[in-house]
């Protein structure tokens, strides 16, 4: 994967061996991008090249804004959602209520950082994402799982090299 998106999941604390398989391809010939959500500063949020720390219960609300600039910037796979998923339209609609000041507000992220990170996950080639603790132990842990999935399946990118959702 050109891209590594870790949700809740502090991996350099919790899977150090594959921690230290994503440490060597970093510090590597080219590089994966790496995006990390934790509210705290962890080791891996420390490695990540854009650290979304949010206010504890809106891992959705952030989800959903990153989404909602995905969609609005058109970088989707609209044959796979055609031929792969229902339900797109309803999606968009719920989405666009999460507008970067919106979700900036609810979840202390600064815009430019939601900009920063929705530009890599929507133009990322390849991209991995994992889902731990730090969503299954929060508010609204489905709904926040749900929307790791759906940022894949949008851009279609499940069941390609390199690109798959590790719900652990």
Do not use: C
């Not at 590594?4 to 440490?23: C, D, K, P, S, Y």
């Not at 080219?30 to 891996?44: E, S």
């Not at 044959?79 to 000041?101: C, N, Q, R, Y």
């Not at 929060?138 to 926040?144: C, M, W």
């Amino acid at each position: 994967a050109n891209t590594i998106f870790l949700v809740g999941h502090n991996m350099a604390e919790t899977q150090t061996v594959l921690w230290t398989r994503i440490l060597d391809r970093r510090h590597g010939s080219n590089p994966p991008k790496l995006v990390v959500v934790d509210p705290r500063r962890t080791p891996t949020a420390v490695e990540a090249d854009v650290h979304l720390a949010p206010r504890l219960g809106t891992n959705v609300a952030l989800l959903n804004g990153l989404l909602h600039l995905i969609i609005a910037s058109g970088q989707l796979d609209q044959a796979f959602i055609a031929a792969h998923t229902v339900g797109f339209e309803a999606l968009t609609e719920m989405v666009s209520k999460w507008t970067p000041d919106r979700t900036a507000e609810v979840t202390g992220i600064p815009e430019a950082r939601l900009l920063e990170a929705a530009t890599i996950l929507g133009s990322a080639p390849s991209l991995v994402s994992t889902v731990l603790q730090g969503v299954y132990q929060s508010n609204q842990a489905t709904a926040a799982a749900v929307q790791v999935n759906n940022l894949h399946l949008i851009r279609g990118l499940i069941g390609k090299p390199g690109a798959t959702v590790f719900q652990m």
